[in-house]
């Protein structure tokens, strides 16, 4: 299926926004320790923000983001290259950012790039200047189980039957939101999933993905010590009905982090970034503007293991 075809419902300047944003945001090539990455580096301003995407793995995936910060940040919005451990991931991108020069940024993670920010910011701490977690949650041994039967099952499951999986998931987390709430980027954003899907690479990034959370699960648990010493300003957002997120998991996390400011929104499920897109635009934006959060803090150290 070609791309006229998969965004034939889409509105025209719909279409156009991402074509004009493919068009000019390139993406850069990067072998760290034999894995390459790719990476969009683009935008102007002292400050650098540092966006990991979510479950696409591709930095591309954060374009709203990117379209709208570019102009007062730097960004550096990295696709993970298919590592099997966090320490994999968290290395390559403090390569990245190296590479491009930048000795801090402020370090923006979206659900499973949230996972991957708050393991960055204890290995990398120096290199970190704040950090915003939006639906995300901690890893803990009660996900080690379905972890389990996910790796087997991506093993054995065909094409054929991943793609529609995929789309369930993707329908229940985010797109059924969309689709109540008539909002009207429903069908772009329905027609860039199925894009993603109709990939040969999402499976991979899917396999790879569930691996890197299985060795997680079998770590230490993240705790609210792990950041002493750190001085770096936080940030979460969540929703008070994220299907992907428990009640529990989110209570988890601000009390992982109760020095951090929270926003929850209500009504708006995994999907507020869209939903309540210039709202939550300018929380960040006010957050980001804080002396507090522009003020380069102590890196401290990191007590969390080798993953």
Not at 234 to 240: E, G, N, R
Not at 278 to 292: N, T, V
Request: proline share 5%.
């Amino acid at each position: 299926m070609g791309f006229d075809e998969i965004y034939a419902r889409v509105p025209a300047e719909q279409i156009e926004r991402l074509k004009e944003f493919r068009s000019t945001h390139n993406y850069k090539r990067l072998f760290v320790d034999g894995a390459e990455w790719e990476y969009i580096s683009c935008g102007r301003g002292e400050q650098t923000l540092l966006l990991l995407p979510g479950g696409l793995s591709v930095g591309e995936s954060t374009f709203p983001l990117i379209t709208d910060f570019e102009k007062e940040y730097r960004i550096i919005a990295p696709s993970y290259a298919l590592s099997l451990t966090m320490t994999g991931l968290c290395d390559g991108i403090a390569h990245i950012l190296e590479t491009e020069n930048v000795n801090q940024a402020h370090v923006l993670g979206g659900s499973y790039g949230g996972l991957v920010a708050q393991y960055f910011v204890r290995k990398y701490p120096d290199k970190a200047r704040s950090l915003i977690l939006s639906h995300t949650f901690l890893m803990t041994p009660k996900f080690e189980k379905p972890l389990q039967i996910a790796d087997k099952l991506f093993l054995v499951a065909p094409r054929s039957l991943f793609a529609p999986l995929l789309k369930l998931r993707f329908n229940k987390i985010l797109l059924s939101t969309l689709r109540a709430a008539k909002h009207p980027e429903f069908e772009f954003w329905r027609a860039y999933l199925n894009e993603a899907i109709a990939s040969n690479r999402l499976k991979e990034v899917a396999v790879h993905q569930n691996k890197c959370l299985l060795d997680l699960a079998r770590q230490p648990q993240l705790t609210p010590e792990d950041l002493t010493g750190w001085r770096g300003k936080i940030l979460i957002i969540d929703s008070d009905d994220d299907p992907a997120i428990s009640a529990k998991d989110r209570e988890l996390l601000r009390n992982t982090y109760r020095q951090a400011r929270a926003h929850t929104f209500r009504g708006a499920g995994h999907a507020s970034l869209i939903l309540k897109r210039e709202e939550a635009f300018s929380i960040i934006r006010c957050f980001l503007d804080e002396p507090a959060a522009r003020r380069q803090p102590a890196a401290g150290n990191s007590n969390v293991g080798s993953q």
